[in-house]
């Protein structure tokens, strides 16, 4: 099992979704997060002053999925959320060694 982290454009979210469920994947995590990365933020001038910006908003998306669903699900993130521009976002992928459904008491991947 694999645990998928992306860091995408909040606009992007809708796209990204609906790749997912399209492979089967039902759940999903999302949180509004800040950050920056290469960009490092840019510059923004309100009222005559400037002033940068340098924490922009981002959406964190977590799927836990199979060993099999990683690469198609990796491949739908990647085309679903690309816009072509800076700031696109990253993908990061961790190893899980168990996941436990609180309710059933379910382990592995039939808890996913």
């Known amino acids: ?12 979210i809708d ?3 609906e790749a997912l469920h399209a492979l089967g994947i039902q759940g999903m ?6 950050g920056f990365g ?9 009222r005559g002053a400037e002033y940068v910006v340098d924490f922009l908003p ?8 199979s060993n099999e669903q ?4 990796l491949s739908a993130i990647q085309s679903a959320a690309d816009t072509g521009k800076i700031g696109d976002g990253k993908i990061f ?8 459904r609180i309710r059933t008491g379910e382990r592995g991947e039939e808890a996913i």
Request: hydrophobic letters at 40%; charged letters at 35%; proline letters at 2%.
């Open 29 to 34: 995590t999302l949180s509004e997060v800040k």
């Open 70 to 73: 990683l690469e198609a699900a």
């Open 15 to 17: 796209d990204v979704k």
């Open 93 to 100: 992928v961790t190893g899980l060694d168990d996941v436990i």
């Open 1 to 12: 099992m694999k645990k998928i982290e992306a860091i995408i454009k909040p606009f992007k």
């Open 58 to 65: 981002k959406t964190k998306l977590e799927i836990v999925v």
């Open 38 to 46: 290469r960009q490092k933020g840019h510059t923004e001038v309100y």
